[in-house]
């Protein structure tokens, strides 16, 4: 990056308020450099555009490979809703409930790549307050509410936040699938759905032997009929309310 600009290694670290050695190991491909950083560098080493355009490509290396096309046509869609299972819908999640769950994986991630997961989720939550922001409409089954992941502190300051949302976000629907149903649609496993601007529906869908973005029309319908049966059998926005407020009040 320097040496483009005959700006000399120490220098440049004390005008990007880095230290010698950060600036070195950036400079070398040896450290992956802060988003910001970026930015900052491209103007004060002249790069005119260069670094800066690194920028778009350095976010979307925070996410799993298959997961990228989701995130870019997540910023732009009309609808987004989801099934979730085992945990808080991601767009919804504190960043100790986030942690909690990359503290948990099996096999473990180092802690450089915990807090790369955990700033590329808590990044994609921008969405929820676009302009002009897309419907969202979203189901978590009961158990998710009750599994404290962290502590129960933290599952409390979650259920918490995510009731926040529901009344500040009027394009937002959050319903609860409770534990008693006889009869359930969603056995196959979580996922998301989108529906974009130009009318295209797409599915990702989600399993222990890995991710799929589903875009055949007949998969894809298939899948949307089954979120429709779900949110008919979940209780309403307003029970699901309670009940997420009922359940903070027991932590």
Same mark, same amino acid.
């Given at each position: 990056?320097a040496?483009?600009?005959?700006?000399?290694?120490?220098?440049?670290?004390e005008?990007?308020?880095?230290?010698e050695s950060?600036?070195g190991?950036?400079?070398?491909?040896? =450290?992956?450099?802060?988003?910001q950083?970026?930015?900052?560098?491209?103007?004060?080493l002249?790069? =005119?555009?260069?670094?800066?355009a690194?920028v778009e490509?350095?976010?979307?290396?925070?996410?799993? #490979?298959?997961?990228?096309?989701?995130?870019?046509?997540?910023?732009?869609?009309?609808?987004?809703?989801?099934?979730?299972v085992?945990?808080?819908?991601?767009l919804?999640?504190?960043?100790?409930?986030?942690?909690?769950?990359?503290?948990?994986?099996?096999?473990?991630?180092?802690?450089?790549?915990?807090e790369?997961h955990?700033?590329?989720?808590?990044?994609?939550q921008?969405?929820?307050?676009?302009n002009?922001?897309p419907?969202?409409?979203?189901?978590?089954?009961?158990?998710a509410?009750?599994?404290?992941?962290?502590? #129960?502190?933290?599952?409390?300051?979650?259920?918490?936040?995510?009731?926040?949302c529901?009344?500040?976000?009027?394009?937002?629907?959050?319903?609860?699938?409770?534990?008693?149903?006889?009869?359930?649609?969603?056995?196959?496993?979580?996922?998301?759905?989108?529906?974009?601007?130009?009318?295209?529906?797409?599915?990702?869908?989600?399993?222990?032997a890995?991710s799929?973005?589903?875009?055949?029309?007949?998969?894809?319908?298939?899948?949307?009929d089954v979120?429709?049966?779900?949110?008919?059998?979940?209780?309403?926005?307003?029970?699901?309310?309670?009940?997420?407020?009922?359940?903070?009040?027991?932590?």
């Amino acid at each position: 990056m320097a040496q483009g600009t005959a700006v000399a290694l120490k220098e440049a670290g004390e005008l990007l308020l880095v230290s010698e050695s950060s600036y070195g190991a950036y400079e070398r491909a040896e =450290r992956i450099p802060p988003i910001q950083f970026l930015k900052d560098a491209d103007r004060g080493l002249d790069a =005119r555009g260069a670094l800066a355009a690194c920028v778009e490509m350095m976010e979307e290396e925070k996410y799993p #490979p298959k997961f990228v096309d989701w995130v870019r046509l997540e910023r732009l869609a009309q609808i987004i809703s989801g099934y979730e299972v085992m945990v808080i819908p991601g767009l919804f999640q504190t960043e100790a409930y986030t942690r909690a769950l990359y503290e948990s994986r099996v096999p473990a991630y180092t802690e450089e790549e915990i807090e790369k997961h955990v700033e590329a989720r808590l990044e994609r939550q921008t969405v929820l307050t676009r302009n002009p922001p897309p419907r969202l409409s979203f189901l978590v089954e009961e158990s998710a509410l009750e599994r404290p992941f962290g502590n #129960p502190k933290v599952l409390r300051e979650q259920l918490l936040h995510l009731l926040g949302c529901m009344r500040a976000l009027n394009h937002l629907t959050v319903q609860v699938m409770p534990t008693e149903r006889h009869t359930h649609a969603g056995l196959q496993g979580p996922m998301q759905l989108m529906s974009t601007e130009e009318g295209r529906n797409l599915v990702f869908a989600e399993s222990q032997a890995g991710s799929t973005l589903i875009t055949k029309p007949d998969q894809v319908n298939g899948l949307f009929d089954v979120f429709g049966m779900l949110r008919a059998q979940a209780l309403t926005p307003w029970e699901s309310a309670a009940l997420i407020e009922w359940k903070a009040e027991q932590l």
